[in-house]
T-cell receptor
Framework: DGGITQSPKYLFRKEGQNVTLSCEQN?????MYWYRQDPGQGLRLIYY???????QKGDIAEGYSVSREKKESFPLTVTSAQKNPTAFYLC????????????FGPGTRLTVL | GQNIDQPTEMTATEGAIVQINCTYQ??????LFWYQQHAGEAPTFLSY??LDGLEEKGRFSSFLSRSKGYSYLLLKELQMKDSASYLC??????????WGAGTKLIIKP
């Protein structure tokens, strides 16, 4: 059963703590993406990676960090430098082909108390 | 700048037809995507258009006019399970998706 998994579904953290959100895919997709979704706004790209050991900043990378040590995995760390971390975080992956259609994991809802 | 516009909310009746419009302005264009997102869940892919015209896929169809920077998603024979947000996204010259804020579709019996 191929797909994208994110864990956990819900995450609560105290202000000032770093937290890492996991994203794994077994679709053999080359590219992986992290988005943030806030009410009333479109998805905003945080980071993306098209190849192992390489990643690029998206529009709102400040306060976040990522790694891509394996093709299947693209974890996102929300650091204490991120001023408004409470949001719904979505991971996606795609082949690098004509359409680059992105497929999403179930998301992690992060609440910082 | 890059911009995607779509209505915030629409209401329709079960069994009817609804058209959700999207206009886009992006740096370059490599296709227009529609996704469906139920509350609290991930977006799921519905359609992709890169050439002008209508693409039909069951009860859902998507139309693109590149010269007008315009697309619409047409949903026929509406069912209660179609109540969701519909997200329009344009792929720019860097193959990045620029997303609209989504249209919340409410289906009434």
């Amino acid at each position: 059963d191929g797909g994208i998994t994110q864990s956990p579904k819900y995450l609560f953290r105290k202000e000032g703590q770093n937290v890492t959100l996991s994203c794994e895919q077994n679709l053999n997709h080359d590219a992986m993406y992290w988005y943030r979704q806030d009410p009333g706004q479109g998805l905003r790209l945080i980071y993306y990676s098209q190849i192992v050991n390489d990643f690029q900043k998206g529009d709102i990378a400040e306060g976040y960090s990522v790694s891509r040590e394996k093709k299947e995995s693209f974890p996102l760390t929300v650091t204490s430098a991120q001023k408004n971390p409470t949001a719904f975080y979505l991971c996606a992956s795609s082949m690098l082909d004509a359409t680059d259609t992105q497929y999403f994991g179930p998301g992690t809802r992060l609440t910082v108390l | 700048g890059q911009n995607i516009d779509q209505p915030t909310e629409m209401t329709a009746t079960e069994g009817a037809i609804v058209q959700i419009n999207c206009t886009y302005q992006t740096s370059g264009f490599n296709g227009l995507f529609w996704y469906q997102q139920h509350a609290g869940e991930a977006p799921t892919f519905l359609s992709y258009n890169v050439l002008d015209g209508l693409e039909e896929k069951g009860r859902f169809s998507s139309f693109l006019s590149r010269s007008k920077g315009y697309s619409y998603l047409l949903l026929k024979e509406l069912q209660m399970k179609d109540s969701a947000s519909y997200l329009c996204a344009s792929m720019d010259s860097n193959y990045q998706l620029i997303w609209g804020a989504g249209t919340k579709l409410i289906i009434k019996p």
